[in-house]
């Protein structure tokens, strides 16, 4: 049975409860340096993570033709476009005031942070695949904090987010169950590998070096095993 995508909801759950009991009172500068140290621990797990590849061209080919497929269909434009729909049906539907809309708009915003990020993804994923909770473990520490600092201004409903994360986390943990069956530990270390990428470029753009467009480059995940098994038998 999977623990990490309940783990992470949990921490989310905490943080958000934690963060509407504190409210105002957590010093600006603290809400403002978090995210940065967020950003290097995402990137710090994604080094780890590379390191672990078994076959280098595979890792660059699924990363370099995931972005491709990102790209050409849009996936993160399409996002983007469904949150500002959601926002806009959300204002219309309650006459939001200008501070109502503002909370409507971060709410969202966090809402795909915390269920449609890569770490989160990748980390359901590898512990379908591997039984390893150890990404969305580590998810949780970063989203408790995260969540506490978004419910100091957003309140409580930044807790209810840990349901649908959840959702999400265990419907992709449970899929992923049914392809390991067919893996082999170097298809493996390299889909862990493209995922160690997935989490760099998402460390990057947490800390504002490099806006990658971390979505777009999901595909690369679904491509990572595919080119293994075709690398391990053609050329290696």
């Known amino acids: 049975m999977v623990i990490g995508p309940f783990i992470n909801a949990g921490a989310v759950l905490l943080g958000g409860v934690l963060g509407a009991v504190l409210s105002q009172r957590l010093p600006e500068r603290v809400r403002s340096s978090m995210p940065s140290i967020f950003g290097l621990a995402s990137m710090g797990i994604g080094i780890l993570l590379v390191i672990k590849c078994a076959n280098l061209p595979v890792m660059v080919l699924a990363t370099l033709l995931?972005?491709?497929?990102?790209?050409f269909c849009y996936l993160e434009k399409g996002i983007n476009s469904a949150v500002g729909k959601a926002k806009n049906l959300l204002s219309r539907g309650t006459n939001a005031s200008g501070a109502h809309e503002s909370f409507i708009q971060s709410f969202v915003a966090i809402i795909i942070l915390f269920c449609a990020s890569g770490t989160g993804i990748f980390g359901a994923m590898q512990e379908g695949m591997t039984g390893d909770p150890s990404i969305l473990i580590a998810k949780a520490f970063l989203d408790f904090f995260?969540?506490?600092?978004?419910?100091?201004?957003?309140?409580?409903?930044v807790a209810a987010i840990c349901v649908p994360m959840l959702l999400i986390q265990l419907t992709l943990a449970m899929g992923a169950t049914l392809i390991l069956p067919l893996t082999t530990p170097a298809m493996m270390a390299d889909f862990t590998a493209v995922g160690g990428l997935l989490l760099l470029a998402t460390g990057l753009r947490i800390c504002?070096?490099?806006?990658?467009a971390v979505v777009n480059m999901l595909p690369a995940l679904v491509l990572a095993m595919p080119l293994s098994v075709l690398w391990t038998t053609f050329f290696a």
């Open 66 to 71: 995931g972005a491709l497929i990102g790209e």
């Open 146 to 157: 995260t969540a506490t600092i978004f419910a100091t201004t957003l309140g409580i409903a």
């Open 208 to 212: 504002g070096i490099k806006m990658f």
